[in-house]
Nanobody, 117 residues
Framework: QVQLVESGGGLVQPGGSLRLSCAVSGSIVSIWAMGWYRQAPGQQRELVATIISGGSINYADSVKGRFTISRDNAKNTVYLQMNSLKPEDTAVYYC???????????WGKGTLITVSS
């Protein structure tokens, strides 16, 4: 069974930084894409950032220039460095993994990021 374990969430003041990690384990051979989504209270889940095996990276406009996604293929781990955090970044952040563009993704259970003074 595939497991996605997220870590790094918590409370941070506006302007601060956090780093999220998502480690993938279980019966998985290869990973095509890894990424992060988030969902704030009363809002729909939205894409934050994704990184594909070939190196292509996409960011939401709201986080571009502040967040950086990276991956360690040897460890099957994806990271999200979040700088200059804003209160509107407050949300539950979910790790997302795809083994193929045609296969349903795997999801982590989510980690709460709260940006507040």
């Amino acid at each position: 069974q595939v497991q996605l374990v997220e870590s790094g969430g918590g409370l941070v003041q506006p302007g601060g930084s956090l780093r999220l990690s998502c480690a993938v384990s279980g019966s998985i051979v290869s990973i095509w894409a890894m990424g992060w989504y988030r969902q704030a209270p009363g809002q729909q889940r939205e894409l934050v950032a994704t990184i594909i095996s070939g190196g292509s990276i996409n960011y939401a406009d709201s986080v571009k220039g502040r967040f950086t996604i990276s991956r360690d293929n040897a460890k099957n781990t994806v990271y999200l460095q979040m700088n200059s955090l804003k209160p509107e970044d407050t949300a539950v952040y979910y790790c997302n993994v795809r083994t193929s563009v045609l296969i349903m993704p795997y999801w982590g259970k989510g980690t709460l990021i709260t940006v507040s003074s």
